[in-house]
C-alpha cells in the first residue's frame, strides 16, 4: 500500500469516527439549569404524595418506604440522558435538591446534601461507560448508582443514622431503593427523555438527533 493510500484511508477513519467532545457548550449549561429547576418542581409536587407514601409503606414494613424514594432521583437520570457530558447528573440532581429545599420541605439543608450525593451516584455509572452509552439499561443502572448512593448516605447522616438500625431493616432499605431507583428514576427518567426528544426540544442534543433517526 502506498503512503498516499494509507494517508487517505487514515483521513476517512477519522472522519468516520470523529471524537466526542465532552466539554461543555453554553447551551448545555442553560439545560442544564433548565433541567434542574424543572425537575425540582417536580420534587416539590412529590414531597407531600412521596413522604405519605414512604410512611405508610414503612409503617406496613419497616424500610419498605424506600420505594417512595425513586422519583427524587430522577434529576441525575435526565441530566446524564440528555446533557451526556462529566458532570452533568450530578449538577441536575444538585439544582433540583436546591430548588426543592428554597421552596420548601420538612428536610431544609440535608436535601441539599442527599442531592449532592445522589447525583454523584448516578453520575458515576455514566462515568463507568465513558459517557458513551446511554441506552435504557444504563438509564435504570444510573437510577441504582443514584438509589445505592442515597442508602449509604443514609446509613451514616442524621441525628438518626440508619446504622443504628437492624440489619433487616437496612436489608429491605436497599431492596426497595434499588428497584425504586430502577423504575421511578432509570425507566420513568429514560421515557421522559424520549418523549421530550419526540417533540423536538432536544435537537440541539445527541438525544434528540437519536429520536430523529428512528421514526
Known sequence: MSTSTHRSATENATTASPARKLNWRVVDIVVAAVLGVATGLIFWAWNGAGYAWFGAADALTPGLGGIAVGIWLLGGVLGGLVIRKPGAALVVELIAAIVSALIGNVWGISTVLSGLVQGLGAELIFALFLYRRFTLPVAMLAGVG???????????????????????????????????????????GWLLVRALASTGALSRFAAGREARQEV
Open 146 to 188: 443514584a438509589a445505592a448512593a442515597a442508602w449509604v448516605f443514609e446509613l451514616f447522616y442524621g441525628s438518626s443514622p440508619n446504622i443504628l438500625k437492624s440489619v433487616e431493616f437496612n436489608s429491605i432499605y436497599l431492596g426497595t431503593l434499588v428497584v425504586s431507583g430502577a423504575l421511578l428514576a432509570g425507566l420513568v
